[in-house]
């Protein structure tokens, strides 16, 4: 275990015995960090290049090696390209299961319909040329039992709308993982598969656990890691110790090396870290980051869990986008910023020398509307569009405005778009 793992569990063992994501704090009070205490995280070396997007975009490639003839012209292929979007938890409370039942008594589409949630932000994941959702918590066999906070069981019709939604992937290591056990994982993952849905993280098998998710983009190769923290104290299943990966430079960068060995053009990383409500980057985050972005063979990290949007950096010439907020959740909490987060795009440009290379960097800011008991409608508002939109209420607008104010200065508090951040829609 290295030093990173054993801060985890001693940080676990003393304040983590049932961590955050939830749904009725009416404290306020800041949890316990996750690791190490809060620390400044200064901004990483710049990326060379006037758009400081991790170099100027490649030239062409000739698409053939002879020589033309006199007077016949030079073709050029153009690089290969493509997008990746990824967005924050999928943290289903009570109020959203609540709001699926409302609305598919309007559809008509089952007894819980999650569509009318999800739809705007639609053409952003199915505009993607890869999609990948965070689902923290587990699913519920299908009549339920379902529980919201602190020990989450959640309706499994959710799986087939985010498959509607456009995702491709979703990430599944989280500190909530184990909240039903290793059987309620394994009915997880069955229930994504049943949905079309590939995974990565939690693992049923010793095999699947050795074997990083590739997915085929474009014609390209993408490799998708995912780990966590810890489990809130829930112990890994002595019989299944595989089953949920965690936080170890080590572990990670030898997943990271078999996807390059099996012929991943991209490796992505998506680590569930982090203080929750803090916007901060923690030490151990930082260093994690550090540590990782200096494998040759890793090529972007993202994060979820604190449950407010995090900045954006460039870690030896690479992005990491520390957490992304939340999607969808339902937290009664007085922290501010749990009702807002972004879904992050990349553009992966092949160079010249056949490596893919972020091309260009985005973040598209996002707004859930609050719950209602009387008429529950809640939603994941895209707010760029939203606020373009004039049917969108003033009410609405406001409360956009406000979320777009504290996301631009969250994304960046680390000078990302000097690095060449911009906002999407």
């Known amino acids: 275990m290295n030093a990173f793992r054993r801060r985890l569990a001693a940080a676990l063992i003393c304040a983590l015995a049932v961590a955050g994501c939830s749904s009725a704090d009416d404290s306020g009070a800041q949890p316990q960090p996750v690791g190490t205490t809060p620390g ?7 990326v060379p290049g006037p758009t400081g997007q991790q170099g100027d975009a490649p030239s062409a490639t000739a698409t053939g090696s002879a020589s033309p003839s006199p007077g016949q012209a030079t073709t050029k292929a153009a690089p290969r390209s493509f997008t990746v979007v990824m967005s924050g938890d999928v943290l289903l409370h009570s ?16 007894s819980m319909d999650y569509r009318p949630m999800l739809a705007d932000m639609r053409p952003v994941i199915a505009g993607a040329d890869l999609a990948i959702c965070h689902l923290e918590t587990p699913l519920a066999p299908k009549g339920g039992p379902f529980a919201s906070y602190p020990v989450f069981s ?11 939604e456009g995702y491709d992937a979703c990430t599944t290591a989280s500190n909530h993982t184990l909240d039903q056990g290793f059987t309620g994982l394994v009915r997880t993952l069955n ?18 656990s050795r074997q990083p ?22 112990p890994i299943p002595s019989a299944e110790p595989w089953s949920v990966p965690l936080i170890d430079v080590d572990a990670i960068e030898q997943r990271a090396a078999r996807a390059r060995a099996e012929g991943a053009d991209v490796v ?27 494998d040759h063979d890793i090529d972007l990290i993202y994060g979820h869990h604190a449950h407010v949007v995090q900045p954006f ?10 957490g992304l907020g939340n999607a969808i959740a339902q937290q009664e909490t007085t922290q501010e910023g749990v009702y807002e987060g972004i ?34 409608r809640m939603r994941w508002l895209n707010i760029p569009r939203g606020l373009a939109d004039p049917a969108t209420s003033p009410d609405t607008k406001a409360a956009m405005r406000a979320a777009l104010s504290r996301v631009n200065a969250d994304v960046n508090l680390l000078r990302a778009k000097s690095h060449g951040l911009v906002m999407g829609r």
């Open 313 to 322: 950096d460039v870690v030896h010439g690479k992005w990491v986008a520390y």
């Open 191 to 208: 229930d994504l598969e049943a949905a079309g849905l590939a995974h990565a993280g939690s693992a049923a098998t010793r095999a699947d």
């Open 268 to 294: 992505i990383v998506a680590l569930h870290w982090g203080l929750e409500y803090d916007h901060e980057p923690i030490s151990d985050q930082v260093s994690v980051a550090k540590a990782l972005m200096a």
């Open 343 to 376: 879904t992050s795009r990349f553009t992966f440009t092949e160079q010249p020398n056949g490596r893919f290379r972020v091309s260009k960097a985005e973040y598209i800011p996002t707004y859930i509307s609050a719950y209602n008991a009387a008429d529950p």
């Open 154 to 164: 959640v309706p499994p019709a959710i799986a087939p709308a985010l498959k509607w």
């Open 95 to 110: 109020g959203l299961w609540e709001t699926a039942a409302n609305d598919a008594q309007r559809t008509g589409r089952g």
């Open 213 to 234: 998710l590739m997915l085929d983009v474009k014609g390209a190769k993408v490799a998708l890691i995912s780990a966590t923290y810890g489990t809130n104290g829930i």
């Open 40 to 46: 400044s995280a200064g901004s990483s070396t710049p």
